[in-house]
Each structure stands twice: as C-alpha cells, then as structure tokens.
Nanobody, 126 residues
C-alpha cells in the first residue's frame, strides 16, 4: 500500500490542524494505521494509532485529549485532528500502516510498520 499524507502547515499556539493519510488501497479491514512524528534533532515519536475493523484509537500521553485519530469509512482516509497545538508539536508527521496483528504495546513501535507515507510538516509558532 502507498500512503499520502497531507494537511500540514504553519499555525500559532492553540490553533488546530487536520492531517489526512490517503492509502492507495482499502485498509479499514486489513491494516492498523498510525501517526508518528519527528522533530528536528529528535527521534521519531509515536503519536496515535487506529485499529483495523474496530477503528479503536490509541494515543501517546503527550497528545491524549488534544488529538483525535479517525477513519473515514467511505474514503478509507485516516485523519488526525490536532487541537490546542503547542510549539512542541512541531515536527514532520508520518502516517504508517501494517498488516501485522500487533498487541497493544507494539502499536507505538515504529519498527512494526511496513508502509510509510512521505511526511507532512507541522510548525507551531509561539
């Protein structure tokens, strides 16, 4: 599967952005999807994941309560609604997919994902 991420931009602290990840094939029943981010000079960090079939989302503690991951069932797009953005959210955001059946603790492990999008830059100014 190929993934196309979009929706990044430059915003001020407290603003919102909505990222989208468009897969090249249907993924709702066969892929767990996730969002990761990488800030300049830092390691890649897990942001959120969304399960196949159930669509249940999971979040890192740093974004819980501010970000919402969801699937658009009709288009199979995976969205990341980001509210109350902070300067520390500044990063390149990547969407990823895996067909592996991951246990809960492995959803945040980037090494478990086989397919990655090209990334979209989110910059939050103070």
């Amino acid at each position: 599967v190929q993934l196309q991420a979009s929706g990044g931009g430059l915003v001020h602290t407290g603003a919102s952005l909505r990222l989208a990840c468009a897969p090249s094939e249907r993924t709702a029943a066969t892929y767990d999807m996730a969002w990761f981010r990488q800030a300049p000079g830092k390691e890649r960090e897990f942001v959120a994941a969304i399960r196949r079939n159930s669509g249940n989302p999971y979040y890192s503690n740093s974004v819980k309560g501010r970000f919402t991951a969801s699937r658009d069932g009709r288009r199979d797009t995976v969205a990341l609604q980001m509210n109350s953005l902070k300067p520390e959210d500044t990063a390149v955001y990547f969407c990823a997919a895996t067909q592996k059946h991951l246990i809960l603790s492995s959803l945040s492990d980037g090494a478990q994902y086989d397919y990655w999008g090209q990334g979209t830059l989110v910059t939050v100014s103070s």
